[in-house]
């Protein structure tokens, strides 16, 4: 009997059968493919699709299920605009003369944002086409969270990992890793998409786009804390976020596809409503996760 690869328990429930999302918007699986719940940690999952994930990573092949190609110039175009808001999260003066290391790091854009206040920027990133220029930007490079940690082992003040752990075989484990790469009062700042999204709720067409080859793992708030927990972490603070405006739910709902921002409009007191009920009932798309030790 399968048991759940975070806490061990065998209550695995079917939550999602169907299609799911092989690429990018209409690459839809040919088959159907299931989604397991933990009913003890509430984790969702999606037994790996790839052959050898290890590989997956390293030579770039995920890149190309993503669409998203394999060039740094690429990776920096659709991922520069998401830094600044991660930074204010984390608060920018903590970087400050600090060891910092970022734990998937693509092609390093929060470690380019950081390089002139922290000591020591990390990049630990599997795909080895980054490494060159990671290291050519004053960045110390790892293809792995053990390789890092034998130098680095209790030595880290903050670790940041963004849009990483629903890739990984085992969040524990990930996260276990991280937690012996900081100091005592060290923190790490996470985040995933947010498997409680009110759309996966109120958009028929939506699990299909949601559920994706290359997401290994769905959390909601409460199973992204219980990880969290079990990992050894004391203390975890979420912060919700809504990336969309009120104008693509309705067009979700309406023609069953995203349609980025902007696209019909409504008033900007409406949008601020729409974004601030979802980020407070913690229904919104993304969720960013501030772990402690102490
Ligand atoms: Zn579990």
Redesign the pocket.
Known sequence: MAT?L??G?GQLEVFYQGTIRMGSFGKWSETDHTITQ?R??G?RHLPPLMGNLDDYYRDGTYRQDLDQGNTLRKYFELTDDDQPHRLQLLGPHTARGKVLADIGAGAGPFLDLVKGMAATTIAVEPNEAYHASLQERGHVCYGSTAAMLREWAGKVDVAVSFSVIEHVERPREFLEEIRAALKPDGRLLTSTPNADDLLLEICPSYPRFFYRKVHLWYFTPAALSRLANLAGFAACRMIHQHRFDLANAMLWLRDGKPSGVGKITTSPALDDAWRNFLQQSGRGDYLYAELKLS
């Open positions: 759940c975070i806490c328990s933990c003890d940690c984790a």
